[in-house]
């Protein structure tokens, strides 16, 4: 009984730790653009591929 409880423990506590591993990060850029016919927003946002490149380099 005592084994399982431990394998159940160790299983849940390995699996909190891969959950905090799934998180992405990104950068949102907006940008409005108005002209004589109205106004326009644009949204991009840009996913970080490497690691360490937080935020990612600009275009």
């Known amino acids: 009984m005592r084994r399982l409880v431990a394998s159940t423990l160790m299983l849940s506590f390995l699996s ?3 959950i905090g ?3 992405k990060s990104s ?3 907006e940008k ?3 002209t004589p016919q ?3 927003t ?3 946002e840009t996913e970080v591929k490497k690691t ?3 935020p990612p380099p600009a275009n």
């Open 21 to 23: 591993c799934a998180e």
């Open 42 to 44: 644009i949204k991009t």
């Open 16 to 18: 909190i730790g891969l």
């Open 32 to 34: 409005t653009v108005t």
């Open 38 to 40: 109205g106004k326009t």
């Open 52 to 54: 360490g490149d937080n």
């Open 27 to 29: 950068t949102t850029t």
